[in-house]
């Protein structure tokens, strides 16, 4: 497609579950980042991968929280043993390089019961 | 490290008369400075970029902002205020070479007949 494109757009979870979240950036974009927005708060930037240099994760909450690319083009967002502060949207975006310039996606509601 | 900070968390005006949104910013370095809007239920999208050229930038829909770095203030303004303006804006920072770009709280800008 056209643009980013974020999977599962909805997820209903147990707390103590492991959730995978899926982001196909736009093809030849070399960054891309995941934000998590909750509700009524601004976007909390978790991690930024650009190109082959390595992630800066400073944003990731806690270890629960990992990332990866792979290939330089889809990334998976795992989050171990959810918990229920963890529901949120979680938005990837993708640029051309350090533009500034993001695509969103449509995000992934995540709900941890 | 550089972070933004949106003065105010909602906005009120009436259609026609000017908007004006609040954001000071603190980098340790030359910011590139952005602002992103979401409407409901829509994706983010850029609104407008400043990355040391002119000061005074003008973005989509009439909007523009101006960089005043001895303030250290990156407002943006519209002269006259459209109910489709309605939407929940976001203030960006980031620093150049990083890529790394960090938003703000948001406002929601509601705009009355």
């Known amino acids: 497609g056209a643009g980013v494109s974020q999977s599962p757009s909805n997820k209903v979870t147990e707390k103590g579950k492991d959730v995978e979240l899926r982001c196909d950036p736009i093809s030849g974009h070399t960054a891309l980042y995941w934000y998590r927005q909750s509700l009524g708060q601004g976007l909390e930037f978790l991690i930024y991968?650009?190109?082959?240099?390595?992630?800066?994760k400073s944003g990731l909450p806690s270890d629960r929280f990992s990332a990866e690319r792979t290939g330089g083009s889809v990334s998976t967002l795992t989050i171990q043993r959810t918990q229920q502060e963890d529901s949120a949207v979680y938005l990837c975006a993708s640029s051309w390089g350090g533009s500034g310039e993001l695509f969103f996606g449509e995000g992934s509601r995540l709900t941890v019961l | 490290a550089q972070s933004v900070t949106q003065l105010d968390s909602h906005v009120s005006v009436s259609e026609g008369t000017p908007v004006l949104l609040r954001c000071n910013y603190s980098?340790?370095?030359?910011?590139?400075l952005f602002w992103y809007v979401q409407h409901p239920n829509k994706g983010l999208q850029l609104l407008l970029k400043y990355t040391s050229a002119a000061t005074l930038v003008k973005g989509i829909n009439g909007f523009e902002a101006e960089f005043k770095k001895s303030e250290t203030s990156f407002h943006l303004t519209k002269p006259s205020a459209h109910m489709s303006d309605a939407a929940e804006y976001f203030c960006v920072v980031s620093e150049n070479n990083t890529g790394k770009l960090i938003f703000g709280q948001g406002t929601t800008l509601q705009v009355k007949p």
């Open positions: 980098s340790s370095y030359s910011p590139s």
């Open positions: 991968f650009q190109g082959n240099s390595a992630p800066d």
